[in-house]
């Protein structure tokens, strides 16, 4: 597999992970989630983690967030370690597109948007919102979308607003949780077409978590498996598909994984 | 100067004057206040004049909100003469395509206002009804609590009986303690100029138990217990948790509002003598120690000062009280929009409510039962 990666090996790193342990609780209660857990993310890449429920994918992209913080290891996002994420100007060097899409429910899709351009408090306010309303219709919604509250929005289209206001700095970076997550299949279709137009469009680099199989052969360029507390495999979708471990059987060889891999060759022109 | 931040500068070609703006464009460059100044002076600086020559491939980063900048400084038009490539003829694109007219903002009208104010009032008007109905259906769910004692949540009162009256004796008999030691200590002053010391008894007694002691009680439980009313009610609101228990048909007044009245209607007369006692004993101490009044004279002279009907005016002002503080802080959980600026505002105005009706009510008691106890 080490093979297989290496013409991708030159390409500079966004998120190089080492060592990483991950542990929750205290004392004797302590258990790890990850043990000893390597990864790279490479620019321009979309990165797919997959792994049966408590691996730990979020928690890993929570400790690229610098949400939490590692008990042993490091995180390096961009060149800096990931405990260091959280400080001014993060909107510009990471985008979170949040499972349920963790939209401020005070305030109008608009002002969710422009959220991080305006506590910067320097721009005006006419550019601001020209800025804001742009992202907005990158994300295919409609300008008089703009002054309703995330109440009164469908599921779809809070992942949209979640989008455009992860994506207001430009940030390089882009990971996703769950992005299709809750959307009927043509909604989901529509949102992973997105994601790649902006990929393309922006240059960016993404790294999602996903139980979707479909969103999964349909976005992304590599995958990394979690398993045993560890990555157990880095590679292209249909390479990690072959891969001998019982998870990445279950997962890929299943019924639903049959049906998904049908469309694999379109997926794999790609690269 | 840094040599990434965002600046413009100028060259004179052979066709005219070129802009040449130079560094990373990007939100947080821009954003940063005294960048952002030094290249809005040098922005407003360049001559106005369309003919005016732009390149962009100097740029080290541009982005979409850099973009917008240099969109909206050319006054959403391309300028004649620009050079730049072609990831940054995309972005500005896209920015070209996107960007909207904002809409003018409303006019002043007074029928406007003459609108808003009505709208208050209706709602105002909504309020009392939606609280009457509540009353209402308090009433009928108590029949229906009588009829059929067993199948009534009494799990549930007994723990809000818990968290809103056991839990509340600390912090209330603190309270009640240092007013009452601060009545005594002022009033000891005025009576001594009379030599009417002995009457101490009198006075601390009738205020306390008749007006202070269950006031405060209650304005202590509004603040403590009704917020927390709201909160939960309006967190189920949030969660649809309320609409999980209308789908199984189990109404929400029998199972989450009559719980919550009867339980603190329960726990408010007794948080109310606990709150009184704690007053009268900081009295005590205090009118011994600044008046040399003994405790035993005090408890000699309570009965005769405290006619019995104070009493039971008391308790049953303090019935009242908590009936009124779970029934305000329902209301307005039940009618949390699920949003968090709804919640709080529901939590603030639940408070500010039941203390408000507290004291109205009391002074409706005050008034109504005049003759009673002396």
Known sequence: ?271 | MSDSSPRIDRADTPTGLCALPRGRWGAAELGTRAQWLALSAQLGALPADAGLAWDLRGLQWLDHVGAQLLWNHWGQAWPQRLELDPGQRAMLERVAGFTTVAPPPEPWRLADQVDRLGVLVLHGLDHARHLLVLVGQMLLDSLRLVRAPRRAPWRDVSGHLYRMGATALPITALVGFLIGVVLAYLMSLQLRQFGAEAFIVNILGISLIRELGPMLAAILVAGRSGSAITAQIGVMRVTEELDAMRVMGIPHGFRLVLPRALALALAMPLISVWTTLAALAGGMLAADLAMGISPAYFFHALPAAVGFGNLTLALSKSVVFGTLIALIGCHWGLRVKPNTQSLGEGTTASVVTSITMVIIVDALFAVAFKNVGF
């Open chain 1, 1 to 271: 597999m080490d093979a297989a990666v290496q013409p991708l090996s030159s390409a500079e790193t966004v998120v190089r992970i080492e060592g990483l342990w991950s542990v929750f609780g205290k004392g004797s209660e302590a258990f790890a989630v990850h043990q000893d857990l390597d990864l790279t993310v490479r620019k321009g890449e979309m990165l797919a983690l997959v792994g049966g429920s408590g691996t730990g994918k979020t928690v890993l992209l929570r400790q690229m967030l610098g949400l939490m913080h590692p008990a042993r290891g490091s995180v390096t996002v961009l060149g800096r370690s990931a405990e260091l994420m959280g400080g001014e100007g993060a909107a510009s060097r990471v985008g979170m597109l949040f499972q349920h899409g963790a939209l401020f429910s005070a305030f109008n899709v608009l002002d969710n948007i422009a959220f991080a351009l305006n506590e910067q408090g320097t721009l005006p306010p006419d550019l601001v919102r020209d800025a804001a309303m742009v992202k907005l219709q990158m994300v295919g919604l409609k300008p008089e979308h703009a002054t309703r509250m995330p109440a009164d929005l469908s599921g779809g289209m809070i992942k949209r607003v979640a989008l455009a206001r992860a994506l207001i700095m430009d940030p390089p970076l882009l990971l996703l949780d769950e992005p299709t997550a809750g959307l009927d299949p043509n909604g989901a279709d529509e949102f992973c077409a997105l994601v790649r137009e902006l990929h393309a469009a922006l240059g960016l680099t993404m790294v999602m978590v996903t139980h979707d199989l479909d969103t999964l052969f349909a976005l992304a360029t590599r995958v990394a498996v979690l398993a045993d507390k560890k990555v157990i495999v880095t590679d292209v979708p249909s390479k990690v598909a072959q891969f001998d471990h019982p998870f990445v059987h279950d997962f890929f060889q299943g019924e639903r994984g049959r049906r998904a891999m049908a469309d694999l060759p379109t997926a794999a022109e790609e690269h």
